[in-house]
């Protein structure tokens, strides 16, 4: 599968009082890159047409070290079809060491997805969505 990368620059509102962003902060970068991956006009015309919409099923993530205010960090989604029902992303979140010019992990994230129907039981992923993984 091929992955995406998403870029987000850290603001003094993201950090927590030990000067690294909140650890819940990262789920809503997770969010923003998969909203890019998908396509937001997508995602909208599917909740607005079809009453379509994606929850999280599952999450795990696991933290290397922080960012800090002022970094750019990057996060890389590399989708997987688990089926028919569900998608998992790998979204690991990296910046870019200026001493070293090497990519630092930061976060590892595992993210399940599901797709719920208005009445809000699963239903199959949409064609439109499992075509772009």
């Known amino acids: 599968m091929t992955t995406h990368s998403h870029s987000v620059q850290i603001y003094y509102e993201d950090t927590d009082h030990s000067g690294l962003v909140y650890h819940a902060n990262y789920l809503k970068y997770f969010e923003r890159a998969r909203e890019h991956l998908l396509g937001t006009h997508e995602l909208v015309r599917l909740l607005n047409e079809e009453g379509k919409g994606f929850v999280v099923y599952k999450c795990e993530m696991t933290f290397k070290q922080g960012a800090v205010f002022g970094d750019t960090i990057e996060i890389r989604s590399t989708p997987r079809l688990e089926s028919e029902y569900r998608v998992v ?45």
């Open 89 to 133: 992303f790998q979204q690991d979140v990296y910046r870019r060491d200026s001493a070293t010019q090497r990519d630092e992990l930061l976060v590892q994230g595992v993210v399940q997805m599901v797709c719920v129907g208005a009445d809000k039981k699963l239903v199959r992923l949409p064609e439109s969505v499992t075509s772009k993984l």
